[in-house]
């Protein structure tokens, strides 16, 4: 009989793991006949997206030298002034490194005067003396970068004694090198390139180190192919400018390379994406194995059920009858320590009335009640919060936020508190140097808040209680911040056995002197369950007696310096070293024209409307949205406005929206729509920003708060510009 039972413990996870193992063959099979068709689907989709951005850029910036040429040909007449500074204001909106001039043998000079050679093959000198070419080749740059330049054959001419035949913009090969990249798990260590019909390199997101001249070349020697459904070769397929995805294996590493032809220059994308990365992103396949194991297990865990039922329903009813204690707790706790502070705030009240004619009790009484009103709040907030976090409702932000100014919220609230008391109270980050940081403040505040309240609370008159912040990684170098928020007390103290328990919800030192606090015994609980969330960790040092120290450590990530910081900077740089060539007689670039201005902040709009007027604007017409922007247009004669200055955030229509919408009634027969300059005016001055106001058909963006100067050299650069489409 004991032979027998030992057979029978045993059968159940033999028989568990006997599926198990025809489960994994059975799923690898099908996964197998899927897995290639999936990761086609999968690459192709990806790539085509990081094509259709290639050739949004190389339209944009070929788009720009164009609109150089135009203004270099018609510098007199087009009402720019001086090109050398045109160009370096064009550089500064624009994000380009450097400007050139290129004659009919290569050799160049830059807006800043610097001089060069460009060598090249015979296409490439042969391309110099065809207008109407683009190309793309590349020049030194500093720290060992690279500069891109970009290409466009022009009408020969002369400018300040040097003959060109093409112009050019350089831009650091790291902005590319961005484009090219796809931040995607899946694509991690993805080597991105394109490539001419010869696989010589155009532009990549590898490293500058890294980087092969000729990826087809290299692919040939160092490739072994796995797996190529058109067998008609990787050369070939190149050269013909056939879109697929092969399976090679490149120095011991196995690749997938997607080929596909860009629409920019007759150009090919290559991309060699590490199989390894590829294979983790599989969705579908690991679905229908997930769906197989849940079968598998459903059929376990049925039977598990019925052999193990009483036991279940004896460990339920045990949890039932826990929560029912738990909740008959709680609801003693709050029927208690809320009507507490609900009886004192009804007898403060009852006191006011009969000492109505007594201002000095009066206001004794009402302080009084205030303070009892506030521990009642704070209780119920504890309650909430709770609450919340119990059902999933709480969601960590990653948002940019000042810590002096968390600090300073934190301070106003409970220095009140304190005051009543007599208690000192202070705070204080001496050695954090760091104040923008990524996180969430609202949470942090209120933990912050919840832990010195409590010390508060425990801390009897004439106490102390501090709040100190400390770096603990102030020694390394990284992009994130370790610190460390002490709130420390003089106050009652927590006994040793109950330490463990401050934590847990409902739960309260029974100690004499603490017997006449009113509280629910959460607050620390909404304490460690929000520090939980935000991946940090909290400890508490006590001694009855003499005080506690709560010891609060959170990771945050060190803010960016914004765009907008970063233009300021820049154009503090640019202001220093400068020289003055403008001529005197130059005037205002204002005067006599006519603006629409789209701004729904009043007081933005009135300091814009005087500006113009000062600078000498003969009138400005302004709307309160995009909308009325775009009917204000309408309604005037062609030619009516000569420039339109557009917010980007406002109701009903946005900047965005209206810039596109103003330049579509070109195709409504207004013409001028197409060629009025229209220039963004915004306080969002990241990267992407300035890039979609010229996707929406915009011609420049001004950061806010307007710089005057940029303002006028943009005014003056656009004048009698026209708007001009490839």
């Known amino acids: 009989m004991r032979g027998e039972k030992k057979a029978s413990k045993w059968t159940m996870p033999v028989t568990i793991a006997l599926l198990f193992v025809v489960l994994i063959f059975a799923v690898n099979t099908i996964q197998d006949r899927f897995i290639y068709s999936d990761r086609v689907v999968q690459l192709t989709t990806y790539f085509s997206q990081l094509e259709a951005v290639i050739s949004t850029r190389f339209t944009r910036y070929y788009k720009l030298l164009r609109s150089w040429s135009y203004h270099l040909e018609h510098e007199e007449s087009s009402g720019i002034g001086d090109f050398n500074n045109y160009i370096s204001t064009e550089k500064r909106i624009w994000d380009v490194e450097e400007a050139y001039l290129i004659d009919e043998n290569g050799a160049y000079i830059s807006v800043n005067g610097d001089t060069g ?19 793309v080749t590349h020049l030194p740059g500093k720290n060992d970068n690279r500069i891109d330049v970009f290409i466009l054959s022009i009408k020969p001419g002369e400018h300040d004694g040097f003959n060109y035949c093409a112009i050019g913009l350089g831009l650091n090969s790291m902005q590319m090198k961005n484009r090219l990249t796809l931040d995607r798990a899946e694509m991690k260590g993805s080597q991105n390139y394109l490539v001419d019909r010869s696989g010589k390199l155009i532009v990549t997101s590898v490293k500058v180190s890294e980087e092969k001249e000729n990826i087809v070349d290299y692919i040939k020697k160092k490739g072994h192919v796995l797996y190529d459904p058109l067998g008609e070769g990787f050369e070939f397929e190149i050269a013909e400018r056939m879109t697929g995805v092969i399976v090679m294996e490149i120095e011991g590493i196995k690749y997938y390379i997607t080929y596909m032809p860009c629409e920019m220059q007759n150009s090919m994308l290559i991309c060699l994406t590490p199989a390894e990365s590829v294979d983790a992103s599989i969705a579908h396949v690991k679905k229908m194995n997930n769906m197989l194991l849940i079968v598998v297990f459903s059929i376990i865990l049925v039977i598990i059920i019925m052999l193990m039922r009483y036991t279940a329903m004896q460990t339920m009813l045990e949890v039932a009858n826990s929560a029912n204690d738990t909740k008959t707790r709680f609801l003693a706790n709050m029927s208690h320590d809320f009507r507490t502070p609900m009886n004192a705030m009804a007898g403060y009240i009852t006191l006011m009335k009969e000492n109505a004619g007594d201002a000095k009790k009066v206001r004794e009484y009402g302080e009084k009640a205030e303070y009892a009103h506030r521990n ?12 919340k976090m119990e059902e999933g409702g709480e969601e960590i932000i990653h948002e940019r936020f ?15 508190l304190a005051d009543e008391k007599y208690q000192k109270f202070t705070v204080s980050r001496s050695d954090v140097k760091e104040d923008a940081l990524v996180g969430d403040p609202q ?14 609370l425990y801390t009897d008159e004439n106490g102390e209680i501090a709040l100190k912040v400390y770096t603990e990684n102030a ?30 919800p409902f739960k309260r030192e029974q100690r004499q002197r603490s017997s006449k606090t009113q509280s629910t015994g959460l607050g620390l609980t909404v304490v460690k369950r ?21 010891k609060l450590r959170l990771g945050f990530d060190i803010a960016e310096k914004t765009e907008l910081e970063e233009m300021k900077e820049l154009e503090a740089v640019l202001e220093e070293g400068k020289t003055e060539v403008e001529a005197a007689d130059q005037g205002s670039p204002f005067e006599g024209m006519r603006f629409l201005a789209a701004e729904d902040n009043e007081l933005n709009a009135e300091i814009l409307v005087e500006i113009l007027k000062l600078k000498g604007a003969e009138l400005v017409d302004l709307t309160e949205d995009g909308e009325k922007a775009v009917a204000a247009f309408k309604e005037k004669d062609k030619g009516y406005y000569d420039m339109i200055l557009m917010d980007i955030q406002m109701p009903v229509m946005d900047g965005y929206e209206a810039a596109h919408a103003i330049r579509s009634l070109a195709n409504e ?6 060629t009025i300059p229209i ?18 058909g915009m011609d420049a963006h001004l950061p806010k708060p307007i710089d005057i100067n940029l303002f006028e050299s943009t005014v003056r650069a656009l004048k009698g510009r026209e708007h001009e489409k490839l």
């Open 475 to 504: 020694d390394e170098i990284s992009d994130r911040i370790q610190l460390r928020f002490e709130v420390s007390d003089n106050g009652i103290g927590i006994g040793s056995e109950f330490i463990d328990q401050i934590f847990e």
């Open 443 to 456: 949470k942090i505040e209120l933990i912050l808040k919840n832990l010195l309240q409590n010390a508060v």
């Open 530 to 550: 929000m520090t939980d969330m935000l991946g940090g960790t909290i400890d508490v040092e006590s001694e009855v007696g003499s005080g506690t120290v709560f």
């Open 117 to 135: 050679q460009i060598s090249g093959g015979e296409e490439f000198f042969s391309k110099l003396q065809k207008v109407g070419q683009r190309q």
């Open 376 to 387: 009642m709040l704070n209780m119920i907030n504890c309650v909430l919060d709770l609450s």
């Open 669 to 674: 027969g207004r013409e001028d729509a197409k």
């Open 402 to 416: 000042s810590l002096n100014d968390l600090l300073k919220n934190v301070k106003q609230e409970i220095t009140p």
């Open 679 to 696: 220039i963004a005016m915004s306080a969002n001055a990241f990267r992407d920003d300035i890039e979609k106001t010229s996707e929406s």
